[in-house]
């Protein structure tokens, strides 16, 4: 992992605790392992294993409460200074002193009576402003550490299947919408990500390979258009399907009976989704009517997928 700017933070206080519904004190050092921190009662085998909270969101409610709070009083694992951590989304990642950090959720339910200081004041900033992240590599973490903070960036590619396109013949149009509207969707969910596009033949082959390319390159997302009529060239369902570690079938099934009901004609796509590895694949028409259909109800179900993937329950 590489950035040209890394953002640190430091860490000014480590905490624990023994029993849930207490505040967590600080102590010398921790020790993160595969089930979270050492000797806390909220460690386990599940996506919450750490909390961290910045000092920025601390300093905003002692200054609006008035209540004076100590490092830990949020139930907090790891305060940290240096960035605004509720600004981070899932998948990101802290490294340094060894460790290595996953976010796994932003904020939480608010405990209401059951937490120490919204009995005190009415008001906590943990569910608002908190993180939670799971170990990826464990190891001794104290104040005075620093780590670097490293944001998911989603990698997607786009490839439109069509003869005609690859040799020149005419502009293609649907691979830009696919694009356009997968932009539109990280964007709207301010996740970043970084896309690749480019046009193939018809060439069976020829789309496997790129498949597997993307897979190797752990690519998060691939969309394909084109290919997915009866004609003779049309092969990229085929080929999707056999490199499929689990395939999705409802939601292709879905996007036919919704607009095959008014337009028996797109009953005919022969589109696919599921994962191939840890990257999800989507198999779409290649008319940009039937990319902006698609692309409607695939963009609805995506986040929800990239967070299961991850083993993440956001119901």
């Given amino acids: ?173 649907s691979g830009p919408e696919v694009a356009k509207l997968t932009g539109e969707f990280f964007n709207s969910i301010a996740w970043q990500y970084e896309l690749d596009s480019e046009i193939i033949p018809d060439d069976a082959k020829l789309l496997e390979n790129r498949l597997v390319e993307a897979q190797n390159a752990k690519y998060d997302l691939v969309v394909t258009t084109g290919g997915t009529g009866i004609g003779p060239r049309d092969v990229t369902p085929e080929v999707v399907r056999r490199l499929l570690d689990k395939e999705i079938p409802g939601i292709m099934e879905y996007i036919r009976l919704k607009y095959g009901t008014e337009k028996p004609n797109a009953l005919l796509s022969r589109g696919v989704a599921g994962l191939m590895g840890t990257t999800f694949v989507y198999t779409l028409p290649g008319s940009v009517k039937a990319v902006r259909e698609y692309m409607a109800e695939i963009v609805k179900v995506q986040k929800h997928l990239f967070l299961m993937l991850m083993g993440i329950d956001s119901h």
């Fill in 1 to 173: 992992m590489e950035q040209s700017n890394p953002i640190w933070v430091k860490v000014v206080s480590v905490n624990i605790s023994e029993k849930k519904g207490t505040t967590k004190h600080a102590v010398e050092s921790i020790q993160l392992n595969s089930l979270g921190v050492k000797g806390d009662v909220h460690a386990g085998a599940w996506h919450r294993q750490v909390s961290m909270l910045g000092v920025e969101s601390i300093d905003k409610f002692t200054k609006a409460s008035g209540l004076p709070v100590k490092y830990g009083d949020f139930a907090e694992n790891i305060t940290t200074q240096g960035f605004e951590l509720f600004k981070t989304k899932p998948g990101d990642r802290f490294i340094g002193a060894g460790i290595e950090l996953e976010v796994t959720q932003i904020g939480k339910s608010c405990h209401g009576n059951g937490c120490v200081i919204y009995r005190q004041v009415g008001n906590c900033v943990m569910p608002k402003e908190g993180i939670f992240a799971r170990v990826i590599k464990g190891g001794a973490l104290k104040a005075g550490d620093e780590l670097s903070f490293y944001p998911k960036v989603y990698r997607v590619k786009v490839i439109t299947l069509s003869d005609r396109a690859s040799r020149g013949e005419y502009n293609d149009r």
